[in-house]
């Protein structure tokens, strides 16, 4: 079955640079959310899209842009790295939201490093 | 954490123990899910049980749910090596959020 792509795996910036992470839903999925997880920390919440529409925003920097795409996909614009934002950042997707009761499935994640 | 704390932070048993995870959550919840996370790798969905359930079974996995006392559990039963890693539990609330809300989760190791 196929699962929630997100590119690339790795990526290494240097300070002040930027940033795109990608990341393709479930087929049929119309909900994506993005994370953020530190060394040791627990996943915290970025940001989160329904049907193409900002659905909920976490602790997501000013940095940081984010967009859900006609095909579904979203992106994670991150501009003028910091070394604080070197982490792991996921996408999961959901059909309908999270309030149907649905589950919600994450990709293998984005290591981050910004040097 | 956003949420809550899960009980206990790590936890280190024998091969074919069963291992059990408790969380606590803050809110009114829609739904409860678990997550296992291997170090540095994605997060595994294992079970979702709705608010209005209180037990939920899949394979050697055993989630109970108590919303008075806002807690969750997770029971591995006949624990194996391959079982070593990160749990969490994560909420879906009621009140119109489109987002999961994780607790600190439970590093689990099985010793052979």
């Known amino acids: 079955a196929a699962g929630v792509i997100q590119s690339p795996r790795h990526l290494i910036k240097e300070k002040r640079e930027t940033a795109t992470l990608k990341c393709y839903p479930i087929?049929?999925?119309?909900?994506v959310y993005w994370y953020q997880q530190g060394p040791g920390q627990d996943p915290q919440f970025l940001i989160s899209?329904?049907?193409?529409?900002?659905?909920d925003k976490g602790s997501i920097p000013d940095r940081f842009s984010a967009q859900q795409f006609s095909d579904y996909h979203s992106e994670l614009n991150m501009s003028s790295l910091e070394l604080g934002d070197s982490a792991l950042y996921f996408c999961?997707?959901?059909?309908?939201?999270?309030?149907?009761?649905?589950?919600?499935?994450f990709g293998q994640g984005t290591r981050l490093t910004v040097v | 954490s956003q949420q809550g704390e899960e009980d206990p932070q790590a936890l280190s048993i024998q091969e074919g123990e069963n291992a059990t995870m408790n969380c606590s959550y803050k809110?009114?919840?829609?739904?409860l899910q678990w997550y296992r996370q291997n170090s540095g790798r994605g997060l595994v969905h294992l079970i979702l049980i709705r608010s209005n359930e209180r037990e939920k079974h899949s394979g050697r996995l055993r989630v109970t749910l108590d919303t008075s006392k806002k807690s969750s559990s997770l029971l591995i039963t006949a624990s194996r090596a391959a079982d070593t890693a990160s749990y969490f539990c994560a909420t879906a609330s009621y009140q119109g959020a489109q987002k999961l809300v994780f607790g600190q989760g439970t590093r689990l190791t099985i010793n052979p």
């Open positions: 809110t009114s919840i829609n739904n």
């Open positions: 087929p049929r999925h119309d909900t």
């Open positions: 899209f329904y049907e193409k529409m900002q659905s």
């Open positions: 999961a997707s959901s059909l309908s939201g999270l309030r149907v009761n649905t589950e919600a499935f």
